[in-house]
């Protein structure tokens, strides 16, 4: 197999020849492939580059035994030989041609780390291009697809075989796309929207080491190649997209919105309309994820970054989580109150009054839940100076929202803590303005009257019902009134 994996190269010529260092790289169709081996795995991109060995050039040798003027295309040679690719399921096979093909990869990444005088060619960009796509872009196994639906987080994570390579190789393309030595004009038709695309899809890897190698390259690529913007931020949309409203089963989400959120801090102001788009079609949708508490510091860190940048879209970020609340997920309830106070806090009055109905509305049902983490970690907003201020300002809307679940929680609550913290907010209020407190008191003990007179009728009224039925005779298919006593079990 060694012998074969060498065979691939061309020989020294025995005679010096003025054309060896023309790195101008050979077409794939001008020699007949070799026969591969049944032991050896290959993997192909979509689109196959051509062969870019130069003749006369011996990949094994080492740079520092090649004069300047031979090193790039020493460097093209090497690439070509790193484009051979084995199975790593089995790591005793193979092992002598592996170990070269690790060493050349080390050779190289040291080659550009240290290259910052030598400009890369064009056939030195191709060459680099096709060794990471033949060596990265590839299909995950349906094995990688296969959830557990009860609970993603549970899953352990599944590390690729190949890694020891693949390291080498994410390396060596985020040295080479940062190095200085590479003009982003030149390169934009290598590394261009078919190469972003698939760097994106391996975002879907199990790997966590893997997502984080891309996670770092896809935030330089964005950062040298400008004409690429537009495009990366589209096809990141889609993903997401794909994400929030198909599958809600997809790798790499808290990477993506980690890159995102760097994006986002630098946009300039006013923010474009594409931007705002992003906002309210895929970040407030992303919230109503089983799987959000996967990627919800990443989510709120980029939502946050939008309100920094334009204050005016706190109150549609609020609108939006009060259309996703989760109602039968006390953890993520949890996990919304916290984002919501971390928005309100910076909100100005105007944009607060604009949304403090609907949100104290459902702040009242949350203080009632019988989760005690759910009401605890909603009497907790008053613990923030700047949210008390903003109720203060605004406490005659709402403390009648809230009286009524404060004194539910404040007579019946089965958590201390809870009924604590009630108490507190209660003496807030009351200390707020007595006279609007004593007026919700009264007003409470009204409905409280009404709704007790209103149960005694009903009462009345079933016990009329029930002796009414009880007197007629039962005849044919006539319906039987059964009264509670009759239906009660005994525990």
């Known amino acids: ?97 592996k170990d070269v093909k690790r060493q050349t990869l080390l050779e190289l990444l040291d080659f550009v780390s240290s290259s910052s005088s030598v400009r890369f060619t064009e056939p030195a960009i191709l060459a680099m291009c096709k060794m990471s796509a033949v060596n990265l872009f590839r299909v995950f196994p349906p094995s990688y697809r296969e959830k557990n639906d009860s609970d993603d987080s549970n899953n352990e994570p599944v590390f690729e075989p190949a890694w020891p390579h693949l390291q080498i190789v994410y390396d060596l393309l985020l040295k080479f796309i940062t190095s200085p030595s590479l003009d982003a004009k030149l390169a934009k038709k290598y590394l261009d929207h078919a190469f972003i695309l698939k760097l994106l899809e391996l975002f879907d890897s199990e790997d966590p ?52 959120g760097s994006i986002v801090s630098g946009f300039a102001l006013p923010l474009k309309e594409e931007h705002k788009i992003f906002l309210w079609r895929v970040l407030v949708p992303l919230h109503k994820a089983k799987s959000v508490g996967g990627y919800f510091h990443q989510l709120s860190y980029c939502v946050t970054q939008f309100i920094d940048k334009e204050p005016k879209l706190g109150s549609v970020v609020v609108k939006g989580l009060l259309k996703f609340w989760p109602v039968t997920s006390s953890q993520k309830e949890v996990m919304f109150l916290g984002e919501v106070e971390e928005i309100v806090e910076g909100m100005s009055l105007l944009e607060f009054q604009k949304v403090m109905v609907p949100l104290f509305l459902r702040i009242a049902c949350c203080v009632n839940s019988c989760h005690f983490q759910v009401s605890e970690r909603a009497l907790f907003l008053w613990n923030n100076d700047q949210i008390v201020n903003l109720i203060a300002h605004n406490r005659q809307a709402i403390l009648p929202i809230m009286f009524t679940a404060l004194e539910k929680n404040a007579e019946s609550h089965w958590n201390q803590s809870v009924l604590n913290l009630t108490l507190n907010v209660r003496k807030m209020f009351c200390e707020m303005d007595e006279d609007l407190f004593m007026s919700c008191h009264a007003r409470f003990q009204e409905d409280e009257a009404e709704q007790c007179s209103a149960e005694e009728k009903r009462k009345e009224v079933w016990a009329r019902l029930e002796k009414a039925a009880s007197m007629k005779p039962v005849t044919g298919k006539t319906a039987v009134l059964v009264t509670p006593l009759a239906t009660s079990i005994a525990c």
């Open 1 to 97: 197999m060694f012998k074969h994996f060498l065979s691939k190269l061309p020989r020294k010529s025995t005679k010096p020849d003025s054309t060896t260092s023309d790195p101008t790289p050979q077409r794939s169709g001008s020699t007949a492939p070799a026969p591969v081996r049944s032991n050896s795995v290959k993997r192909m991109s979509s689109a196959v580059f051509p062969s870019s060995v130069v003749a006369g050039i011996e990949p094994l040798v080492p740079f520092k035994d090649v004069p300047n003027s031979e090193k790039l295309n020493l460097f093209v040679s090497k690439l070509s030989l790193c484009c051979v690719t084995f199975d790593f399921s089995d790591q005793t096979k193979n092992s002598i041609e």
């Open 209 to 260: 080491r893997e997502r984080e190698s891309l996670k770092t390259i896809l935030h330089r690529v964005y950062g040298k190649f400008m004409v690429h913007r537009p495009f990366i931020r589209k096809a990141m949309s889609n993903i997401f997209y794909t994400f929030v409203f198909e599958s809600e089963k997809r790798n790499g989400i808290a990477e993506l919105l980690e890159v995102f």
